[in-house]
């Protein structure tokens, strides 16, 4: 009976499905995953790195690219549930790298999962063992009304937009007071006539010229006022 769960494990192997277009360069995008295992962190396997032989690229799925690692060097369980450890991150990764001289483009998805060799994954293995949910996070006790009354919350809103209020209104009084002055400065010059006469000044004007007892000829100077 304990050989049933082992012999159900045999055949299966850690797959990386890239839902992706273009035409694989296989030993490249085999690179490219074990550079993404050694990026993460801790890398999946800290002394060395999957033998390229350990791997096969499966392209018989239209839009999809499978990564198959069959290895002595980490099970299959444990590159499986690696993804889960590093998510995210370690998706993102694989996915700037698949499209560097891989030859794939428009890399939308990348699914892992373990399966039977020469299929696709219809999905990731869950995260959290087994597929199994997270316990929902328990409710948020409510805060305690205040002693002193029950209304300290609105109050201290209160507070807040009165003091907004009167911070607004310096600001307007301000405002208002430089337009004032900046109006009183331009016009300046026309104020000035409204409170200053307009006195003529006297001017002298040359008159006809009156002779003079000696015979000689002086203009007559009249002040007009």
């Known amino acids: ?48 790195l999957i033998p390229l032989e350990d791997m096969t690229v499966n392209t018989a799925i239209a839009g999809s690219y499978v990564i198959e690692v069959d290895t ?11 993804w889960c450890a590093n998510d995210p991150a370690l998706r993102n990764l694989f996915k700037d ?10 890399v939308t998805d990348v ?11 219809a999905s990731s293995t869950p995260c959290g063992g087994g597929g199994t949910e997270d316990p929902a996070p328990a409710p948020e006790p409510e805060p305690e009304p205040d002693s002193t009354g029950g209304g300290g919350g609105g109050d201290k809103k209160n507070d807040d937009n009165d003091g907004l209020s009167a911070v607004a209104i310096v ?29 003529a000044h006297a001017e002298p004007i040359i008159g006809p010229v009156t002779p003079t007892p000696s015979g000689v000829a002086l203009p007559t100077l009249y002040n007009v006022a």
């Open 111 to 121: 699914v892992t999962c373990i399966g039977a060799s020469g299929m696709g994954c």
């Open 72 to 82: 002595t060097v980490a099970t299959a369980a444990d590159l499986d549930g690696y």
């Open 171 to 199: 600001f307007i009084v301000l405002g208002a007071l430089f337009v004032l002055g900046f109006l009183a400065y331009l016009m300046w010059p026309w104020l000035q006539t409204c409170w200053v006469p307009n006195t």
């Open 1 to 48: 009976m304990l050989a049933l769960p082992f012999v159900a494990l045999l055949g299966q192997v850690a797959k990386v499905d890239i839902r992706a277009t273009g035409t694989v360069n296989a030993d490249i995008l085999k690179s490219q995953l074990n550079a993404a295992y050694a990026g993460a962190v801790p890398p999946i396997i800290p002394t060395s």
């Open 97 to 106: 790298l698949a499209v560097i001289a891989t030859g794939l483009s428009d």
